[in-house]
C-alpha cells in the first residue's frame, strides 16, 4: 500500500547514485568488516545498569561543518574517496569521544557516516531512482524515500560496518541503530517491478536486515535498535491501520528470527520524526500506535515522550500495553527544542514516569536523534552534548531518589 500523497525527492539522497562509498575505507567495503568478534562491551554496562537507570542515546548527532562540506567537496569532484573517507573517520572518533566526556555508559557513532538513519544501507545502489514515497513534515519540507527500480535487491553497506569503525574508537558500549524493514518495505513501487516481485524483495530484505542485525550482535554491539518512526506516521497514511499492522507483521518476520535471549539485546525506537526542527506525525494520537507497538517482539523501546504534550497520558497507556519482558526507555530530552533541558527537569521527568513503570522497566533516552538526515544542521553538535550531558546527569539524580544508587 503506497501512499498517494505528494511527490518530490529525497533527491539530495540519490543525486550521486555511485558515489563515496564505493572505494575504499570502511564506508564502502561491505563483507570485510563482518568478522564477529565476541560480546566485548556487555560487561561495563550491566555493572552500570545494575547501579543507575539505564541510559543511551537514539543515535545521531549533526555532522561537522567539515564533514558536511567534504561531502558537498566530494560530490562536486573537489576531494577524492579516500580524501572523504578520512572526514567520516575523524567525526566518528570525535564524536565517540565527546559523547564519552558526556558520561552516557552506552555510545553510538553519532550515525556520522551515515547518509540518513533509513538510507544508510541502501545510499549507492545503482538500482533505486529518487522518486518514491514522500514524508511531509509539519514544517512543509518533505523527504523522498527511494524507489526500487529493478531487482535483486541487496543492502551497500549494512550497519555492521558502521559499527566497526565505532568499536575501534569506543571505550563504553556502543550501540547500534537499524532501519526498520517496515521502513525499507516502502521502496517497493505499489505498481511492481517485472521480473522482481514484492515477494521475491521483502524475503530478500528481510534476510538483509537479519543478516546487519545478527553481525552487530555478534560483535559486540551493547543492543541493536530498530528505527520505527514510520509506525506513527503510518496512520496518518492510512487511518484504519492496516498499513500499521502490515508494518508490525513485517518486523516480527525480522524479530522471530532470533532467539528470546538475543532479543534481549534488541529495541525499537518510535518517535513522530524530527527533521529541521519539524516532525511528520506529532498530531497522530499515540493511542492509534502504543497498543500495536509492543505487539513488536522486541524487549526494550525507546519512546519518545519529553515533547508530549500530556506526558501521563501516554504513560498510562504505556502501563497498560507493554507486555512481560520489555523495558521502556522514555524520552526525557527533546532535540527539537533549542533550549537544554536542565538535570533536575530530567530528574522530575523520570520520577514521573516512575509513577507508571517500575524501576526495574524503566531506562532513559532522547525523545530522537539529534540529526536523522546528515545534512540537517538546525541543531549544533554543543547543544546535542549539552542535552545528553543533562540526560546522564538527571538519570542519575533520579536513580539516587529511586534508591538505585
Ligand atoms: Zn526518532
Redesign the pocket.
Known sequence: MRPAILDDALSREQDHPDSELKSGGPWGAVGEFHTARGGRACDVSCALAVAMLPTEP?GSIPRPAALIAGVQDFQAGRISPRELSALYDAAVQDTIQRLEATGSPVITDGEQAKHS?ATYSIHGLDNLSPDGVPIPFADGHIRHFPRLISGPFRYKTPADVYLEAAQRYAHVPVKQAVVSASALSLLYPQGGIRGYSREEYLDALIAEQEGEIRRCLEMGAHVVQM?F?EGRLSIKLDPSRRLLQSFIDLNNLVLERFSAEERKRIGV???P??DRHSTHSADVDYAELLPSLFALKANNFCV?LASEPDRKRVLRMIREHVRDGQRIFVGVIDPLDPRVETPEEVRDRILEASDYIAPDRLGTTD???FA?FSDDTSRTRETAFDKIRARVAGTALASRLLGLE
Do not use: S
Request: aromatic share 8%; charged share 15%; glycine share 14%.
Open positions: 537514539v538513519f528505527d518512526t525506537h518510535t518517535c520524526g524530527a519518545q525523545d530522537c536523534g536523522p
